[in-house]
């Protein structure tokens, strides 16, 4: 069993910043694939980007050049580094672990609203 809790959500301008956190705990964080997804009012989720076991990163091609995914083993925690906000970023994003279809874990979400 995991736990995810994420943080870092808020209100932020367009062309600015945030950064995303994601504490995992109950069991071995660095064997899990962990993504970040987001969810905008009346779409299906999407994901965002993954960071592989072994460091290996992919993003949907939105974000790409803008968003950078990266995770720390030793602190249990997946972060999302988010430049250049758009209005069209504005969802609720969720942090994933996932090992196999059976070990797929979800935290409860964090907003993200970026307007002026």
């Known amino acids: 069993q995991v736990q995810l809790v994420e943080s870092g959500g808020g209100l932020v301008q367009p062309g600015g910043s945030l950064r995303l956190s994601c504490a995992a705990s109950?069991?071995?964080?660095?064997?899990?694939?962990m993504g970040w997804y987001r969810q905008a009012p009346g779409k299906q989720r999407e994901l965002v980007a993954v960071?592989?076991?072994?460091?290996?990163?992919n993003y949907v091609d939105s974000v790409k050049g803008r968003f950078t995914i990266s995770r720390d083993n030793a602190k249990n925690t997946v972060y999302l580094q988010m430049n250049s906000l758009k209005p069209e970023d504005t969802a609720v994003y969720y942090c994933?672990?996932?090992?196999?279809?059976?070990?797929?874990?979800w935290g409860q979400g964090t907003q993200v609203t970026v307007s002026s």
């Open positions: 994933n672990a996932n090992l196999t279809p059976r070990r797929d874990y």
């Open positions: 960071i592989t076991s072994g460091g290996s990163t």
């Open positions: 109950g069991s071995i964080f660095s064997i899990y694939t």
